[in-house]
């Protein structure tokens, strides 16, 4: 069983929010089909309090309930099946999906059989990046597709690096979907 994961597909991180990847728009079209072909779809979403360590690193966004926080206005989320809520304590970064604090990842993905995870969306080098090694770490054949992710591009050749990063711990980076 395979299943899409679609990491942090909010306003906040694209152009016009308050940490947005460039272009970070542009993967929603390409997740919006990636969509039918698959049964499971789950999605997650930064969701941090108002005061948090994590705003020591970053620009204050994704705050729960807010304009920022909420999924980008042409996401297709009817065809999302749960929504994982991380970053939720003021102490804690929640890169990963892995770490949602509303309901535990991993146990979804065990309980419905899911073998292979897809994953998708903001940032490459952060959430997309953790999201990926996590699986890996849970035993679960992890892809990532590329036309569907977008980087924030703080350093110079960050994005390269965390692709690298993905391979040589057994993500599989595909271009396209379906190959
Ligand atoms: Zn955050």
New binding site residues.
């Given amino acids: 069983m395979k299943a899409l994961l679609i990491v942090d597909v909010q306003n906040d991180f694209c152009p016009g929010g308050a ?1 947005a990847a460039p272009g970070g728009d542009k993967v929603v079209p390409v997740i919006n089909r990636l969509m039918e072909h698959f049964d499971i779809i789950v999605a997650s979403r ?1 969701w ?1 309090p108002k005061e948090s360590i ?1 705003f020591k690193k ?1 620009p204050v ?2 705050v729960e309930n807010s304009h920022g926080a909420a999924f980008h206005p042409d996401l297709n989320t009817k065809n999302i099946q749960q929504v994982f809520l991380k ?1 939720t304590g003021n102490r804690d ?3 990963s999906a892995f770490e949602a604090t509303n309901l535990n990842l991993e146990e979804y993905l065990k309980q419905r059989n899911i073998v292979d995870l897809y994953i998708v969306g903001l940032a490459t080098e952060y959430c997309v990046k953790e999201s990926a090694l996590d699986a890996v770490r849970n035993g679960l054949h992890t892809f990532v597709i590329k036309e569907a992710i977008q980087g924030v591009h703080q350093h110079e050749g960050d994005e390269e690096k965390a692709l690298k990063e993905m391979e040589l711990n057994g993500v599989e980076l595909l271009e396209h979907y379906p190959a």
């Fill in positions: 940490l930064d941090h994590h970053w966004h994704c970053g970064d929640g890169y």
